[in-house]
């Protein structure tokens, strides 16, 4: 029996004892009924970025503040759990939403002054996530425990994980690990290494800190932290262990987010879904299949890269960017910090120049690493590399260069950041289908579009629609039309006197039509729209899709002096090569939401089927014989490179070599290349379209068209082949076929016989000479 001397003191020290969880409990009373709603958890909508996809389903870009891709947790490879749950809750299987026993650990290793740990547990991070904010408040901390309470009693412990698995912030803007996995590595979850796995889930303690590509070193640490724990938890076997910490990490580039390189396109879809959807776009998990074929995005954007660098290449090296001064400080820090505003062109990485002499230079790249690079990768630079160089072009410790890695074997070359620009445009001529679309060099430099927004000259690459038009007024290929100079006094122009010239400065005199094409000729062109009219040409030109006040009713205007669009030059061109049906390019074939309904689709305009026919068939036939010759024979010959009897085009190239044009199709896609600076000026003395554009046309048609058969073009009714007397390309017999609508052969020849001679209509050749 206790004395009543001590009852009393026993009393007040229990009642001391029991108060504060008295008071807890109460307080736990009146705020239980006051907590949020779980509807949030329950009925998960997240906000999910505007995605952008390829024909076959490839992401090729997003839009929208918050990176996710939402994951059940069935799917979740047990690696990558694993890795979550060692990291962050090893007990979130067994305690009822807090974890007694790490609240104890925590506390222990706080006060005796160990690092510092934290007690939260999964279900903690979820309540807090969803409802709570961040700061640091013993209200804050009691609201979160007692959510953590109501979670657990309404979800089971796989809908918790879930929820986590798909929220929580990882940086990059990427929210949840699905998303995680593809920013970080390029992989979806089920393809990550335990040693990837671990990498991720050592982000959500603190995502900018241990960020693997800004912060290598620091999320290396915390990675083997959370190796060794998922071994201590026998998660993973020693064997399993030792090779994870050996894995080196390699994380993917930004300019490797997604499966092709299609910024522009990306933003001609964003600007075209924001018009009918608003800012729902950004938020709501739109999901957008474009006309996009992936190999063919991958092919353009690789020959827009190499055309515009061979060209700058031919052109010579400018100097350095600028300069940092590394006399009295070289550190990494110093440097990163100087090479922070030059951002990266894709593979064109921005360096510090830290040593040079006449055959090396070695140089520091963002990060830490060192290059050196010598022999021929640096002969594009060779005179910056002298003491007598200019000073702005001079290469010094501390200039900041650019670097390119052109094998796998660490090779670096020097290179530059292009101030030309090119661009190039695909599509399904049957339907306008578009391919490919690569509206400039670097977005990331230059967000210009040229595909839809430059208005160029489209030089002699606008001729065969002259040449369309003259066929409407009785021309054939074999009509004789004299190439001999001419002149204009101001009053025939409006003003000032003209003397238009061929390329080449030669006049061949009398020559068929055919090869007036084939050779680019300007004064035939000249001559033939003196012929129909330049009002006619204006008008007939708007079947193409041309606007008339784009091309005004001038002789010049056979010269491809009006201004174009490369997209308008691919509906142009589709129409000759789908047989004369005017097709719409789209690039967007349909819309889903969220959970997959479709919500628009594309009904596309198709050749033989809804498609208006906006030339007669023998037109489009005749054009694209005479267009076939161009690369045969003609200013397109390069393109013969490609082993191939089925390629037709034009070459352009526009008074001072200003702008640079290939236009050309096989039956089964059309492709323009263009090149030009955006403020107007020659490209060079030598630069063509045959020699600037058609390359990138080359490189594209020769890997898009590598696994196509073949083709042969149908000669349409009511034409007819006959042999001609020609001075020009002959066949063994000393003449040549050529292609006429039957009503355009003279009466007598009307059907004329295997191997006789036919001589084309005399009018226009009687007027013309």
Request: glycine share 8%; hydrophobic share 40%; with cysteine.
């Amino acid at each position: 029996m206790l004395t009543r001397r001590w009852q009393l003191p026993l009393i007040i020290a229990l009642a001391l004892v029991s108060l504060p969880a008295l008071l807890l409990g109460i307080a736990a009373m009146l705020t239980y009924p006051t907590l949020p709603s779980l509807e949030a958890l329950t009925d998960y909508h997240p906000i999910v970025p505007l995605r952008i996809y390829s024909a076959e389903g490839a992401l090729l870009g997003e839009f929208g503040q918050e990176r996710r891709a939402l994951v059940k947790i069935a799917d979740v490879p047990d690696s990558m759990k694993h890795a979550i749950l060692a990291a962050e809750d090893d007990n979130f299987y067994q305690h009822g939403g807090v974890d007694y026993s790490g609240v104890l650990r925590a506390a222990l290793s706080n006060l005796s002054g160990g690092a510092k740990q934290g007690a939260s547990t999964i279900t903690m991070q979820v309540a807090r996530n969803f409802f709570l904010t961040k700061e640091k408040t013993f209200t804050r901390k009691f609201n979160e425990v007692l959510l953590s309470f109501k979670i657990e009693h309404y979800l089971s412990k796989d809908e918790i994980l879930q929820l986590y698995i798909n929220q929580i912030y990882l940086g990059q803007r990427s929210y949840g690990f699905a998303s995680a996995a593809q920013i970080y590595f390029g992989k979806p979850l089920d393809k990550l290494s335990i040693a990837e796995a671990a990498m991720l889930a050592g982000l959500p303690k603190a995502p900018s800190s241990y960020n693997p590509v800004v912060n290598p070193k620091r999320a290396k640490l915390r990675q083997l932290y959370v190796l060794r724990r998922m071994q201590q938890l026998n998660y993973i076997t020693p064997e399993e262990y030792e090779s994870a910490i050996r894995q080196p990490i390699i994380t993917k580039r930004s300019s490797q987010e997604f499966a092709a390189k299609a910024d522009y396109l990306a933003e001609m879809v964003r600007q075209t879904v924001y018009e009918k959807y608003q800012d729902a776009i950004y938020t709501n998990g739109y999901k957008v299949y474009t006309t996009i074929r992936l190999q063919d995005q991958i092919a353009a954007y690789q020959a827009v890269r190499k055309g515009v660098l061979d060209y700058d290449r031919r052109h010579g090296y400018r100097g350095p960017e600028g300069f940092v001064d590394i006399s009295h400080d070289n550190s990494d820090e110093l440097m990163d910090d100087a090479l922070q505003e030059a951002t990266d062109g894709d593979d064109l990485l921005p360096a510090v120049v830290l040593a040079v002499t006449p055959t090396q230079l070695t140089a520091y790249l963002r990060g830490g690493e060192h290059i050196t690079i010598s022999g021929e990768p640096l002969r594009f630079a060779q005179r910056s590399l002298s003491n007598k160089a200019p000073l702005n072009q001079r290469l010094v410790p501390g200039s900041i260069i650019r670097a390119q890695k052109i094998d796998d074997k660490g090779t670096w070359q020097i290179s530059q950041l292009p101030q030309v620009e090119a661009a190039f445009v695909s599509g399904n001529p049957a339907n306008g289908a578009i391919y490919s679309v690569i509206g400039g060099f670097d977005f990331g430099h230059n967000k210009f579009n040229h595909i839809t927004q430059a208005w160029r000259q489209p030089g002699s690459s606008f001729k065969p629609f002259i040449y369309s038009a003259s066929l409407e007024k009785g021309y054939t290929p074999a009509t004789i039309i004299n190439d001999a100079p001419l002149s204009f006094d101001a009053s025939q122009t409006g003003s000032d006197p003209w003397e238009p010239k061929n390329y080449d400065g030669k006049y061949d005199g009398p020559m068929r039509m055919r090869e007036a094409l084939i050779h680019s000729k300007n004064l035939v062109s000249i001559r033939i729209m003196q012929s129909i009219t330049p009002q006619y040409a204006q008008d007939y030109i708007t079947k193409f899709g041309f606007p008339a006040d784009k091309h005004p009713p001038y002789l010049t205007t056979a010269l491809g002096a009006g201004s174009v669009t490369p997209l308008q030059m691919l509906a142009g061109y589709s129409i000759f090569a789908n047989g004369g049906f005017r097709v719409t390019p789209y690039f967007i074939d349909h819309i889903e939401d969220a959970q997959g309904n479709v919500l628009s689709t594309t009904t596309p305009t198709v050749a033989n089927e809804n498609a208006e026919q906006v030339i007669d068939v023998r037109n489009a036939y005749t054009m694209v014989s005479m267009m076939q010759d161009v690369v045969k024979h003609g200013t397109g010959i390069r393109a013969m490179q490609l082993g191939r009897q089925d390629l037709a085009g034009k070459t352009g190239t526009t008074s001072d070599s200003i702008d640079a044009w290939f236009c050309g199709f096989q039956p089964t896609v059309v492709g323009i290349a263009w090149m030009g600076f955006d403020q107007p000026r020659s490209l060079g003395d030598k630069e063509t379209g045959g020699g600037a554009a058609l390359p990138i046309w080359i490189d594209y048609m020769g890997k898009v068209l590598k696994n196509v058969p073949e083709a042969e073009y149908t000669m349409p009714e009511n034409m007819v082949a006959a042999r001609i007397n020609d001075n020009g390309l002959r066949d063994e017999n000393g003449t040549r076929v050529e292609i006429f609508y039957q009503e355009n052969v003279p009466p007598e020849h009307a059907l004329p016989a295997p191997g006789e001679i036919v001589q084309p209509t005399e009018t226009i050749k009687d007027q013309l000479l």
